[in-house]
């Protein structure tokens, strides 16, 4: 069966489980979460959730309700955050599963204040916008919230964050913005009952801006699978994924030919292709075509014509004859080639790339061991 497939993407969750025991360091004394929205950044979410949940963490972040329900008997015991806020009519649902809904209207804190006054107050999480202007409270609603109490009246806030814009870029001006206001937010409120709620502001990047920015919890993701934090400094994180393509044929090519549709590469000479069986439906980003490189056998291949749907094609006429053949494997990502430099080449960002990666991959996952 594996030689039938086209293409492997190996998944290193023993790195997964390493990343984050490095984050956890990094944020100490502050908790570390996880982020494993999307799939866990296209990966696989049960099986990272158990292995994150193994090397002992126990706050996980979700986009969607059914992102939530499917986690909840991956990790029965663990916090889970719907980061997308409380659907309409889905009190009842998140409240029976133990989700923790991140309230980011006054409407939706208003619904789980009803269901709270009906049923059982269960605990909440608050997302306060300090400059993404995406989801979260508006500055004058949390000021408004701030200041009448019976809006928050019997829900337990357990957590409250905001998302930082610019946390990539170490001197950007508007990570100390938000600080400020999210700090200057957060004073206002007269916490129910005096329960102040756990505060986080950090995703990966956010991880390594310095304490200022830990507070209580952390909530990376990207790092977590490799990905780098930050822009123009070493990564820190273990690499996660390799992404091996296959030849599926080798041709010779002579000067004045072209490759691919549109005939967009022409040969100034005699050279060989290696035809590669992965494509834009795997997750190549088309604009990849005629840009970058694959590896075979270590050496620089650069990709030559359009990214088809399933096949890709790269000049191999430099590499000796021997060094390939049909069914070799081809490195698109690995040891010579990251996910953030073929995220690079390709005009876009490594979590792109990761939440794009295929379903005809044979998936491979290196196991992560006892305990982590
Ligand atoms: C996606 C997301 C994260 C994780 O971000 P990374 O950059 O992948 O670490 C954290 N918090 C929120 C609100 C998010 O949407």
Redesign the pocket.
């Known amino acids: 069966m594996p030689d039938a497939s086209t293409a492997v993407l190996t998944i290193d969750l023993a790195a997964i489980a390493e990343n984050y025991r490095i984050l956890s360091e990094q944020v100490a004394p502050a908790t570390c979460g996880a982020?494993v929205?999307a799939d866990a950044y296209g990966l696989g979410a049960a099986t990272v959730a158990s292995v994150l949940h193994r090397a002992g963490c126990d706050h996980f972040?979700v986009a969607t309700l059914d992102e939530a329900l499917a986690l909840r008997p991956i990790v029965p015991t663990a916090q889970i955050y719907v980061?997308n806020g409380l659907p309409a009519g889905a009190a009842e649902a998140v409240a029976a599963e133990n989700l923790i809904p991140v309230l980011g209207t006054l409407e939706q804190i208003e619904d789980w204040r009803q269901h709270c006054r009906t049923a059982r107050p269960k605990p909440a999480a608050l997302m306060i916008d300090t400059g993404m202007s995406r989801l979260g409270l508006s500055e004058k609603d949390t000021v408004r919230l701030a200041g009448d109490p019976a809006l928050l009246q019997g829900i337990p806030i357990v957590h409250a964050?905001s998302?930082l814009a610019c946390s990539d870029d170490e001197a950007n001006p508007m990570n100390i913005r938000q600080l400020t206001l999210f700090r200057a937010l957060t004073e206002r409120f007269p916490w129910p009952g005096g329960a102040k709620p756990t505060l986080s502001m950090a995703?990966?990047?956010g991880c390594f801006l310095g304490t200022d920015y830990h507070f209580d919890l952390a909530?990376?993701?990207?790092?977590l699978y490799g990905l780098e934090p930050m822009i123009g400094r070493p990564n820190p994180m273990r690499p996660v994924v390799a992404l091996e393509g296959k030849i599926l044929q080798i041709r010779d090519v002579d000067l004045g030919m072209t490759v691919g549709y549109g005939a967009t590469h022409q040969f100034k000479g005699r050279s060989r292709l290696a035809v590669i069986g992965v494509g834009y439906a795997d997750g190549i980003f088309r604009s990849l075509g005629n840009r970058g490189a694959v590896f075979v056998a270590g050496e620089r291949a650069p990709i030559v014509g359009r990214i088809s749907m399933d096949l890709m094609t790269a000049d191999i006429g430099h590499l000796s004859l021997s060094a390939c053949r049909v069914g070799d494997p081809v490195e698109i990502i690995g040891p010579h080639q990251s996910v953030d430099d073929l995220a690079r080449d390709a005009g876009t960002i490594g979590?792109e790339i990761l939440t794009a990666l295929g379903s005809r991959y044979l998936r491979r996952y290196h196991a992560a061991g006892p305990r982590a």
């Open positions: 982020a929205k972040f980061l964050m998302h995703a990966s990047s909530r990376p993701g990207a790092s979590y």
